[in-house]
């Protein structure tokens, strides 16, 4: 089995932000014995290696050492399970979006709150996707993962994967787990999840049951709010809403009492948007890069932005907000190399 690589490979249309990189060597992932070829050539080469999917959540340096392998493993099973569950596995390189489509067509609801966000099946967990009130976490069986040390292929249930807001375990064991596919649990009967206000407003009288009409609504907002990345460079969120203390919560509260916040067990989640909106940063301009004009919480690329641009735009906006709140905000996208 022979893998197919290139050498000095431009990564711009391979990150949504849109940086322009380049790999010092770039190879495609389609099947399980390209996985085993790539582990035996980076073992015997030294190499460094960065695993991508849709490249959605990712901030690249000008120059990738090593190999950049984008993982294009194809595939959408549906298996009918008892009632009407529906046990669906999608191939790692599956575009997400257009899988929630799929299956709407198919009649298989449950994942439409999560629709129009970029990128591949294979990152959904990692991250843990979520948006308007779903979390991937909420419809995901397992996850089939290459285990870099263990040399083998295997499934990680829901608990394995060590889920939490915006994170899981292959976020902390960067290095250990390649996905190669996703398992959900999903359902012919609608179970439509309505807990995100402005979701619900968008929503036609008697369509509350319709997971169509939501999946609709959901591509509506996010295209009010969010820049399109073929069209403006981004990553989505640039920061993870902070969790505090109740306390600290309170403290803020009395401070700022429009300030916007969900509790999240017994602790508050805070609305970045909202933290960065408030300090003025919306609609501004840096170098090639800026603060996106609907929402706070996206930085964008103009066009000829870079890392470096966007990591001195990251660390104002940082320290303008833990200088008025006195709250640190954490950087969601990874930064490679
Ligand atoms: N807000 C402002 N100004 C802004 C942006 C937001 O005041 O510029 C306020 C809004 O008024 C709103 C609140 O902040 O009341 C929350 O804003 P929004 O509903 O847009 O959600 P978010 O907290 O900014 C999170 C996720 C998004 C997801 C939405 C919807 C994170 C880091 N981000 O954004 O996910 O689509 O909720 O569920 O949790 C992503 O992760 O890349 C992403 C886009």
């Known amino acids: 089995m022979s893998l197919q690589l290139y050498s000095d490979y431009p990564l711009r249309r391979l990150n949504t932000f849109g940086f322009e990189s380049y790999a010092q060597c770039f190879t495609r992932l389609e099947t399980a014995g390209d996985v085993i070829s790539l582990h035996r050539y980076v073992d015997e080469h030294r190499l460094p290696l960065l695993l991508i999917g849709g490249g959605s959540n ?5 120059k990738v050492p090593g190999v950049v392998a984008q993982v294009a493993i194809a595939g959408m099973e549906l298996e009918a399970l008892a009632g009407d569950a529906v046990r669906v596995t999608l191939g790692a390189g599956e575009n997400w979006h257009g899988s929630i489509e799929r299956l709407l067509e198919q009649g298989v609801y449950g994942l439409e709150n999560l629709a129009l966000i970029p990128g591949c099946a294979g990152a959904a967990p990692v991250q843990n996707i979520g948006a308007y009130g779903v979390e991937v976490k909420d ?67 008697g369509q509350e049951g319709n997971p169509r009409a939501i999946f609709d609504a959901v591509c ?102 833990l200088e008025q709140y006195g709250v640190q905000l954490e950087v969601e996208p990874r930064f490679y190399p």
């Open 220 to 321: 509506r907002i996010r295209r009010a709010k969010l820049p399109d990345p073929t069209l403006l460079g981004n990553a989505g969120s640039f920061f993870k809403n902070p969790i505090v203390t109740a306390g600290q919560y309170q403290a803020l509260r009395q401070r700022y009492p429009d300030m916007v916040a969900y509790p999240e067990g017994e602790e508050f989640k805070l609305a970045a948007g909202w933290l960065i909106d408030r300090q003025g940063w919306k609609g501004y301009r840096q170098e090639g890069v800026g603060v996106h004009e609907h929402q706070a919480l996206v930085l964008v690329n103009y066009g000829e932005g870079n890392r470096q641009q966007i990591e001195r735009l990251a660390e104002r906006i940082q320290s303008d907000v």
């Open 58 to 62: 990712l901030i690249l340096g000008p």
């Open 139 to 205: 419809r995901l069986e397992a996850v089939e993962v290459y285990d870099w040390q263990q040399r083998r292929f295997y499934w990680l249930d829901n608990a394995e994967c060590r889920f939490a807001y915006r994170d899981s375990i292959f976020k902390h064991e960067t290095d250990r787990y390649l996905i190669t596919r996703v398992r959900f649990l999903l359902s012919r009967q609608p179970d439509c999840v309505l807990s995100y206000k402005p979701l619900r407003d968008a929503i036609e009288p």
